[in-house]
């Protein structure tokens, strides 16, 4: 399997509670290649426009105030099947059924504050990571 790269963002809960260098640790633990990084307080707009396809969803609001409150740490990760091993590496959405030793497990607390988000597909990837980063930034 070809390397790929893919989006992930640590969510402001895990930030708040420092764990932000566990989850990196365990992102290079994994053997991904760290290829950009950045911690950001999203404004309004960014949130709603990176999670617009949720827009008509009753959730969206409460994720936009979410994402909002304070800041996230976001990067650009590389390996084989870079998508497949970092969303197998998070787990499930709600933490209370993921995997044991996953992201979401250790360090989730619900569904709505799961610590992490990560593309869903190369090509989700491709836009996600376009919409925080110049390919100037991406090593």
């Known amino acids: 399997m070809p390397a790929e790269r893919t989006f992930f963002i640590i969510k402001p809960d895990a930030v708040e509670k420092k764990h932000v260098g566990a989850i990196l640790a365990r992102i290079e633990q994994e053997g991904f290649n760290l290829l950009a990084l950045k911690r950001v307080h999203l404004s309004r707009k960014q949130a709603e426009g990176f999670y617009a396809v949720h827009r008509e969803r009753g959730f969206f609001n409460e994720l936009v105030e979410f994402m909002t409150r304070s800041p996230v740490v976001m990067g650009v990760i590389e390996k084989d099947g870079a998508v497949g091993a970092w ?53």
Do not use: C, Q, W
């Open 87 to 139: 969303r197998t590496l998070m787990g499930a959405t709600d933490p209370a059924k993921a995997d044991a030793n996953t992201i979401r497990k250790l360090f989730g607390a619900n569904v709505g504050e799961n610590a992490t988000h990560g593309s869903d597909s190369l090509d989700n990837a491709k836009i996600e990571i376009g919409y925080f980063f110049a390919a100037s930034e991406v090593g």
